[in-house]
T-cell receptor, first 114, second 111 residues
Framework: DAGVIQSPRHEVTEMGQEVTLRCKPI?????LFWYRQTMMRGLELLIY????????DSGMPEDRFSAKMPNASFSTLKIQPSEPRDSAVYFC????????????FGDGTRLSIL | LAKTTQPISMDSYEGQEVNITCSHN???????ITWYQQFPSQGPRFIIQ???TKVTNEVASLFIPADRKSSTLSLPRVSLSDTAVYYC????????????FGTGTKLQVIP
C-alpha cells in the first residue's frame, strides 16, 4: 500500500514568495495532520483535520500559514508570504479514527527560505 | 496534555538490549502510550503502543507499570540500523487532540 505522499521533497525559495506544500493521505484514513520540525522546537503539530474539516489549528504560527483539505485525498499547507524563520521540515501524517490507530507519516518537505 | 520526559541521548553497542524509559506523571485514564522511531530525512514511524502491563511485537517490547507514570521501550539486540531518535507520546487516540512529540531520545548504536 502507498503511504502518505508529500510533495515537493525539497523546496528552496526567496523570502516573500508563496509556498505550497502538498499531501496525499493514505486512502481510507479520515484524520490528517500537518507538523513542522526544527532543531530548536522539535516536532510541532500545526493543524489537523477530521473528515476534511479542520479541528484544531491552534498550532498554526501566524496568519501567513493556512491549510486546506478540499477532499479526502488531498491537503495543502500554504505560507504567504514566506520568511526565513519558516525554514523547517514539514510533515504530513494520516490515521484512522478507530481507537488505538497510530499516525502514519510522509517523508516530509524540507523547506528553505532564503 | 500529559508531558513526557525522556533521556536526550543514549549509546549502545551492537547486539545489546536497549531500554529507553519515559516519564509521564500526569497521564490520564484514557491515555495510551505510543512510541515512534525517526531516522534522518524521514518521518516518524510507529513502533509500538500500549495501555498497561506489557506489549510485544516483532520490533520491540513496551513495559508499563501498574501506576502508568512511566513506560520503558525495550529493543532487543540492537543493530547499527536502530540508530535513530525515539519518541514517547501520551494521549487519547480516540479524540486525536494534540498529542505532543517531546524532544525524543537519540540512540546511537556503536559497532
Amino acid at each position: 500500500d502507498a503511504g502518505v505522499i508529500q510533495s515537493p521533497r525539497h523546496e528552496v525559495t526567496e523570502m516573500g514568495q508563496e509556498v505550497t506544500l502538498r499531501c496525499k493521505p493514505i486512502s481510507g484514513h479520515d484524520y490528517l495532520f500537518w507538523y513542522r520540525q526544527t532543531m530548536m522546537r522539535g516536532l510541532e503539530l500545526l493543524i489537523y483535520f477530521n473528515n476534511n474539516v479542520p479541528i484544531d489549528d491552534s498550532g498554526m504560527p501566524e496568519d501567513r500559514f493556512s491549510a486546506k483539505m478540499p477532499n479526502a485525498s488531498f491537503s495543502t499547507l500554504k505560507i504567504q508570504p514566506s520568511e526565513p524563520r519558516d525554514s523547517a521540515v514539514y510533515f504530513c501524517a494520516s490515521s484512522l479514527s478507530d481507537s488505538n490507530q497510530p499516525q502514519h507519516f510522509g517523508d516530509g518537505t524540507r523547506l528553505s527560505i532564503l | 496534555l500529559a508531558k513526557t520526559t525522556q533521556p536526550i541521548s543514549m549509546d549502545s553497542y551492537e547486539g545489546q538490549e536497549v531500554n529507553i524509559t519515559c516519564s509521564h506523571n500526569n497521564i490520564a485514564t484514557n491515555d495510551y502510550i505510543t512510541w515512534y522511531q525517526q531516522f534522518p530525512s524521514q518521518g516518524p514511524r510507529f513502533i509500538i503502543q500500549g495501555y498497561k502491563t506489557k506489549v510485544t511485537n516483532e520490533v520491540a517490547s513496551l513495559f508499563i507499570p501498574a501506576d502508568r507514570k512511566s513506560s520503558t521501550l525495550s529493543l532487543p539486540r540492537v543493530s547499527l540500523s536502530d540508530t535513530a531518535v525515539y519518541y514517547c507520546l501520551v494521549g487519547d487516540p480516540r479524540g486525536y487532540q494534540k498529542v505532543t512529540f517531546g524532544t525524543g531520545t537519540k540512540l546511537q548504536v556503536i559497532p
